[in-house]
């Protein structure tokens, strides 16, 4: 199935869900089925004066995830994960990254098509 | 001298002042619409347009079938303007600096330069003066690029016929407004003495005041609204100039994109009498 990245604040399922896109601390990767995850740390876009949401787009294309979860994401991030086929549900902060996973799996979402930064 | 004419809005009659300005300048002056997005002075002044030349800012394009998808230019690039996502390459244009580093190190030789059309310039005379205006493309989102070449194609000019500029900037107190007037010798803010003139012109005031320049208002629409802009600027130094009377007949003038100063003599002393403070307050403020 297909492999989804949810913004987090730390590496576990039981962390809480990043609302930044782009400055998210890293990145929980998800087997919705098997619930298997790993994680990938998004220090590097953090950091950066200029382009954080198009290095964090990067760091999810790298990662093997097609779909991400998260809070907001901005303009240019949104073109760069539509560019690469990655989709965008956003308005899922203020819940675990485990929770969020499930509303995913119960299709109680919306594929945002556009940027709501 | 390098005057700007700002505004915090659109609709002050900024233009309408530069028009004026522009047509009863005593000495070679040349008329500038650095209002890229819409410009409209050329409707007052109708000039004799000479020249068009289109504006292109140079950024990177990738030919995707010599690319190997090594990222040496995507790791390289600060502004992440350049990217590898799994196994696409991605150009964004808009942030780049043009710096050329991507190109030196692609080991395929896959980018070059390519070019986004910004927009138009156009030179031309207004009666015995200069004409210079840039259009922005429909669709084109930044103005500030098309703005500097016009910038440049001026002080070029300026080299080779030494002279006064009247700069028609954006409205507003966006990048391209701050862009319009920073490097000018002086600007002069219309407003209207209405409360949201007051507002607008307040945010204009707080927006160029770094810049450290001698700043000036016209009160536009005089007789409406009430006295607070007048009040505001007596408090934070800046001398209004002129009050230019709120009347029909300027009104209709306008509409029908007429110069106002040539309108009555009352109209036109009133703009000389402008020409001729700004010229002392930017003289005062050079030699201060
Ligand atoms: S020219 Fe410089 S700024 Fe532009 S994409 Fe290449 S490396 Fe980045
Ligand atoms: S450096 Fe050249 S070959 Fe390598 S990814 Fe960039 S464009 Fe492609």
Redesign the pocket.
Known sequence: MTKIAVTSEGPSMQDMVDPRFGRAGGFVVVDPETMQHEYVDNGSSQAMAHGAGIQAAQNVADSGAHVVLTGYVGPKAFDALKAVGVKVIQNLDNMSVEQAVQRYKSGDVQYADQPNK | MLISIASGKGGTGKTTVSASLAAIWDGPVTAVDLDVEEPNLHLFLNPQVESEEKVYLSVPE?DESK????????NLCQFKAIN?MGST?LTFPEMCHGCGG?MA????N??SWGRRELGTLSRGKTGPNNFLMGSLRVGEAMSPPLMRAVKERLAMDLTERPGDAIIDAPPGVSCPAVCAVMDTDFILLVTEPTPFGFHDFKLAVEAFAPFKKPMAAVINRSGLGDNSVEAFCRENNIPVLVHIPFDKDIAGAYSRGRVIADLNPGLKSLFVQLAESIKEMGAGGRDA
């Open positions: 990738v690319c190997n998808l090594c990222r040496e230019c995507s590898v390459i991507c190190i692609c080991p395929e896959a980018i």
